[in-house]
């Protein structure tokens, strides 16, 4: 059973910070991916950011210069720094990774039970 567990996120005036971690735990034989969707009430799941083995490192546009990702493929872990927050980021943020269970597993998308963002004043 492999799980996520995120943490990091509440609520937080405009212009403040939120740094959300998700750490993955289980049967893991590779990762290959590790990042951050969101979805707002009403609207579709999106990419936030994400971070992949090779190197390539995406984000939204709407997010791009305020938020970093980091991970630790080694520590199974990705985080994401908050900065410069807007009402518009309020969403549910859902840690995704993309892995292989064993060494003879397909890839699999696994993703997080969701932690809630809110910014208001």
């Known amino acids: 059973q492999v799980r996520l567990v995120e943490s990091g996120g509440g609520l937080v005036q405009p212009g403040g910070s939120l740094r959300l971690s998700c750490v993955a735990s289980?049967?893991?034989?590779?990762?290959?991916?590790m990042g951050w969707y969101r979805q707002a009430l009403g609207k579709q799941r999106e990419l936030v950011a994400r971070s992949t083995g090779g190197g390539t490192t995406n984000y939204a546009d709407s997010v791009k210069g305020r938020f970093t990702i980091s991970r630790d493929y080694a520590k199974k872990t990705v985080n994401l720094q908050m900065n410069s927050l807007k009402p518009e980021d309020t969403a549910v943020y859902y840690c995704?990774?993309?892995?292989?269970?064993?060494?003879?597993?397909?890839?699999?998308?696994?993703w997080g039970q969701g932690t809630q963002v809110t910014v208001t004043s």
């Open positions: 289980g049967s893991i034989f590779s990762i290959s991916a």
């Open positions: 995704n990774v993309l892995l292989r269970r064993l060494i003879s597993s397909g890839p699999e998308d696994i």
